[in-house]
């Protein structure tokens, strides 16, 4: 039962090391068969395959042999189940970040004043989030005005005109 202990411990101690060293030992592992050899798998494979061992043998009149069989599959279950998540994980395709051309046409008001050719600051909606930018106008804005985005300066800056009522 020892033994299966030590598996079970092995593999919360390496799947510990996998959350800190990020990736770190994953190029030892690189190329091979897919990911299905990463440090994650491994981890759940023999954490599962020791701790149910331990498990089949404190509980079944079953011997080594019986605990080995029973937590073999369900260490190949796990390691699986590991896989298809960090796989999950690793190649989420969630929509994509949003690109200064995104902010032509946003609608927002001032946050702070924009003097004629000078900066000041707007809040615009951009893909339903609040986002604070450096703004310029050819003409002065008032606090509070209603704007819309013109240009887009940079990543952090913006042309706008106010909207006229």
């Known amino acids: 039962m020892a033994w299966f202990l030590g598996l079970g411990i092995t593999g919360v101690v390496l799947l510990a090391l996998s959350f800190v060293l990020d990736g770190v030992l994953e190029g030892l592992l690189d190329g091979v068969a897919d990911g299905l050899l990463s440090l994650p798998v491994i981890a759940g494979f023999l954490s599962m395959f020791g701790f149910s061992g331990v498990i089949v043998m404190g509980t079944t009149g079953l011997g080594p042999v019986g605990a080995t069989v029973i937590g073999v599959p369900a260490g190949v279950l ?5 896989y298809r998540l960090s796989r999950a994980l690793m190649y989420d395709s969630s929509g994509a970040a949003p ?4 902010l032509i046409g946003a609608s927002g008001s001032v946050v702070t004043a924009i003097p004629a050719d000078g900066y000041g600051e707007v809040l615009v909606h951009l893909a339903g989030q609040p986002v604070k930018l450096s703004a310029k106008s050819p003409v002065a804005v008032a606090r509070g005005a209603e704007i819309w985005v013109e240009q887009a300066l940079s990543q952090s800056a913006v042309s706008v005109r106010p909207v006229e009522r």
């Open 78 to 82: 796990t390691g699986w189940f590991a």
């Open 99 to 102: 690109r200064d051309d995104d």
